[in-house]
């Protein structure tokens, strides 16, 4: 019975609403003064924006979106699942982020068995994301430049295989002539610092490297690369793809956000992201130092427990960030 009553009371509200809009150009005192919030009476008929209220042109008042997510370890359902978790592919795997950014931090390899289905789902994503005006971003993990330099300790045997073998999988990650690794060398750098408020590495930056410059430390990265120089002190124990100096709390939490807080005045942002030091006790992103250092391994793989976690930064309009932890059970801030 009310139903129908409902109905008609709504279409009519809605015709009100249609002709007020119309007519507001006619009635300018009005429009202006009005604080109604419907596009409509704020925008001149003839303009774009009322043609079309929520094309894409809106989008750039919106807020910038970036999310990230932590070791995959080869395992692609996982994969799909926090990408879709994270909103930025569709039930095909195409990008349907948008103009998002996407980043992962690194350990994309080992310990499973889609190895390649990974790494060229990410290829293919980082060029739909272009051409649909966003971003992939991939940083390299311990578990890339191991492979990279022949440390196959963690190489699964149907890994191996998914490639025809250990020998075509060693030419396959050879940066100068493999398919793989040149593919990983052009796209991947050691650290990546987002529209200047969060730096994201696999493992953590502690500030004697920061100091250098995220530019520097990219540069250093790709020549011991180049040069097969997996030495180098970069890659050791204390640099930014091993170190858990920040996730393990040494010295105690008040010296390790001592040592954050350098990390970001070295740098200028507000907050360091990293992944390498599983959360698989929690399944849940660690966050300390008032949001200045975050964790976003949260063991997605089924190696490590499987997981679901995905990081979002909203860039707010007034030059501030919004972060949520997106789980399957909901959004929270952190
Ligand atoms: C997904 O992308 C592929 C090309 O990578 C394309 O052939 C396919 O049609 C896309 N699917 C949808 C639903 O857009
Ligand atoms: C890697 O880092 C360098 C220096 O910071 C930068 O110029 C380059 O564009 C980066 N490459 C990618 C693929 O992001």
């Given at each position: 019975?009310?139903?129908?009553?409902?109905?008609?009371?709504?279409?009519?509200?809605?015709?009100?609403?249609?002709?007020?809009?119309?007519?507001?150009?006619?009635?300018?005192?009005?429009?202006?003064?009005?604080?109604?919030?419907?596009?409509?009476?704020?925008?001149?008929?003839?303009?774009?924006?009322?043609?079309?209220?929520?094309?894409?042109?809106?989008?750039?008042?919106?807020?910038?979106?970036?999310?990230?997510?932590g070791?995959?370890?080869?395992?692609?359902?996982?994969?799909?699942?926090?990408?879709?978790?994270?909103?930025?592919?569709?039930?095909?795997?195409?990008?349907s982020?948008?103009?998002?950014?996407?980043?992962?931090?690194?350990?994309?390899?080992?310990?499973?068995?889609?190895?390649?289905?990974?790494?060229?789902?990410?290829?293919?994503?980082?060029?739909?994301?272009?051409?649909a005006?966003?971003?992939?971003?991939?940083?390299?993990?311990n578990?890339?430049?191991m492979?990279?330099?022949?440390?196959?300790?963690?190489?699964?045997?149907?890994?191996?295989?998914?490639?025809?073998?250990?020998?075509?999988?060693?030419?396959?990650?050879?940066?100068?002539?493999?398919?793989?690794?040149?593919?990983?060398?052009d796209?991947?750098?050691?650290?990546?610092?987002?529209?200047?408020?969060?730096?994201?590495?696999?493992g953590?930056?502690?500030?004697?490297?920061?100091?250098?410059?995220?530019?520097?430390?990219?540069?250093l990265?790709?020549?011991?690369?180049?040069?097969?120089?997996?030495?180098?002190?970069?890659?050791?124990?204390?640099?930014?793809i091993?170190?858990?100096?920040?996730?393990?709390?040494?010295?105690?939490?008040?010296?390790?956000?001592?040592?954050?807080?350098?990390v970001?005045?070295?740098?200028?942002?507000?907050?360091?992201?990293?992944?390498?030091?599983?959360?698989?006790?929690?399944?849940?992103?660690?966050?300390?130092?008032?949001?200045?250092?975050?964790?976003?391994?949260?063991?997605?793989?089924?190696y490590?427990?499987?997981?679901?976690?995905?990081?979002?930064?909203?860039?707010?309009?007034?030059?501030?960030?919004?972060?949520?932890?997106?789980?399957?059970?909901?959004?929270?801030?952190?």
């Amino acid at each position: 019975m009310l139903r129908p009553l409902l109905f008609v009371a709504l279409l009519c509200v809605l015709v009100m609403y249609y002709r007020q809009g119309s007519s507001s150009s006619s009635v300018p005192s009005r429009s202006s003064s009005s604080s109604s919030s419907s596009p409509r009476r704020k925008t001149p008929p003839d303009s774009p924006a009322y043609q079309k209220p929520f094309s894409s042109s809106d989008q750039t008042t919106h807020a910038n979106r970036v999310v990230a997510v932590g070791d995959l370890h080869s395992d692609l359902p996982q994969t799909l699942a926090v990408l879709r978790l994270a909103k930025v592919i569709d039930n095909d795997a195409n990008w349907s982020g948008g103009r998002d950014t996407l980043v992962q931090t690194g350990d994309i390899v080992d310990r499973g068995p889609d190895t390649i289905a990974i790494y060229n789902l990410f290829d293919k994503l980082r060029s739909q994301a272009k051409e649909a005006g966003g971003q992939v971003v991939n940083v390299y993990g311990n578990h890339e430049v191991m492979n990279l330099g022949g440390d196959l300790r963690y190489v699964t045997e149907e890994d191996y295989a998914s490639f025809g073998g250990r020998e075509k999988r060693k030419q396959a990650w050879n940066v100068k002539t493999g398919w793989l690794g040149k593919m990983i060398y052009d796209n991947f750098n050691i650290t990546h610092v987002q529209n200047g408020h969060t730096v994201f590495s696999h493992g953590d930056m502690e500030p004697e490297w920061a100091r250098l410059g995220v530019d520097t430390l990219n540069h250093l990265a790709r020549e011991a690369i180049w040069t097969s120089n997996y030495y180098a002190p970069i890659f050791q124990g204390s640099g930014p793809i091993w170190s858990r100096s920040h996730a393990m709390l040494e010295g105690g939490e008040e010296e390790t956000c001592r040592r954050v807080n350098e990390v970001k005045t070295a740098l200028g942002v507000n907050r360091l992201i990293s992944g390498h030091t599983p959360q698989y006790q929690t399944g849940k992103i660690l966050s300390i130092c008032d949001g200045g250092y975050m964790v976003i391994d949260v063991g997605i793989s089924r190696y490590y427990g499987g997981h679901l976690a995905v990081l979002e930064i909203l860039e707010n309009d007034d030059g501030t960030q919004s972060v949520y932890a997106l789980y399957p059970g909901g959004k929270r801030l952190v």
